[in-house]
């Protein structure tokens, strides 16, 4: 063979080898780093742009795609201890000419932390009313769609400023009684009884407790390596103490119930998305806010748990495309 030819072989073995063996050591030493990048590919690949907004000294961190246009507008809320990218597998299976929105919640990812802000759901609302305002998203009314305490957020918000929005999404949404207790229900009785409340099962601190955790919030079981379990709570453990404060927040009198509480008080035409086998909150919330909202659509998931965002994205995805579709049919018939 031709030294020239040999060399060349020698070299491109040699480049190829220094990003493999950069990604088998991230995936080994910084797992956590690895999800960073896994969550940046897919933004990009999304066409999701991050920006920042600011209210007087707060920062908020968002993503959007699109622009403002004759369909409504689409602003995302995430659950307790997410963050905006979770709705990345919604977004996969959404038109790309819809103006969408996702925001980090109050003390969330990238919007500010502060001992001093209120964590309740009515103070959270606030803060997102402060958002849509910033960014002006409210010049016309918009889609709301929230999940687990974002859809407790979503449902005071637009209980208490109706005019900025002209139609609502509710995933497993928190703040309802029940009349069964979930499986974390009772985790958390029994927690609070053995006055080991510190173990938030919400919270996992191991990548043992994640795995519980992944299976608590997941009908479907999926299998995770250990090395990507440890980047997941590596990535969480920093913000576990504020995780702590803002659950003990949320659970708390004040808003333990605030949707029940604000729920005659939606006017806007609603769709509510339930897991059959949520473990989290019991799926009988469906039926409290099909009672109480006069427009309510609800849809139940079979072979489906609490993070109905993550198992069954393409089916939420079509589910809010229907729903918004049969509303603009709706408004088309009265207008004719």
């Not at 795609?65 to 299976?93: C, E, T």
């Not at 309740?120 to 918009?142: D, M, T, W």
Request: hydrophobic share 40%; net charge positive; charged share 20%.
């Amino acid at each position: 063979m031709d030294p020239d030819v040999l060399n060349m072989f020698v070299i491109a073995s040699g480049t190829l080898a220094i990003p493999i063996l950069a990604f088998v050591a991230s995936f080994l030493l910084w797992p956590s780093a690895l999800i960073r990048i896994y969550y940046w590919y897919w933004r990009r690949a999304l066409g999701m742009q991050v920006r920042y907004a600011n209210y007087d000294d707060y920062q908020f961190c968002y993503s959007y795609r699109g622009r403002p246009g004759y369909r409504p507008s689409i602003l995302m809320l995430h659950g307790f201890s997410a963050h905006k990218d979770m709705w990345l597998s919604i977004v996969k299976f959404l038109p790309k000419n819809l103006h969408l929105v996702c925001v980090d919640m109050p003390g969330h990812e990238g919007t500010t932390r502060s001992d001093l802000d209120d964590y309740s759901i009515s103070g959270q609302a606030k803060r997102i009313h402060q958002f849509v305002e910033c960014i002006r998203l409210n010049r016309r009314p918009f889609h709301l769609v929230g999940t687990s305490m974002g859809g407790n957020v979503a449902g005071v918000y637009a209980a208490q400023y109706p005019e900025d929005i002209c139609s609502l999404t509710l995933i497993c949404p928190a703040g309802l009684p029940s009349t069964t207790d979930s499986k974390f229900i009772k985790q958390l009785r029994e927690l609070k009884e053995s006055e080991r409340i510190d173990r938030i099962p919400l919270i996992p601190s191991t990548p043992e407790e994640m795995a519980d955790m992944l299976k608590l919030c997941s009908y479907v079981r999926f299998k995770v390596p250990q090395q990507i379990l440890q980047g997941l709570v590596d990535v969480r453990i920093p913000h576990n103490d504020f995780y702590r404060k803002l659950f003990l927040e949320i659970v708390d009198e004040k808003s333990r119930h605030s949707l029940h509480e604000n729920m005659n008080k939606i006017k806007a035409p609603t769709q509510v998305i339930w897991g059959k086998q949520d473990q989290v909150l019991d799926v009988s919330g469906a039926s409290v806010l099909a009672s109480a909202i006069p427009e309510c659509h609800v849809y139940i998931l079979e072979n489906c748990g609490h993070s109905v965002v993550v198992e069954r994205p393409r089916k939420t995805a079509n589910l809010i495309l229907e729903f918004l579709a049969l509303l603009h049919s709706m408004d088309s018939k009265k207008q004719a």
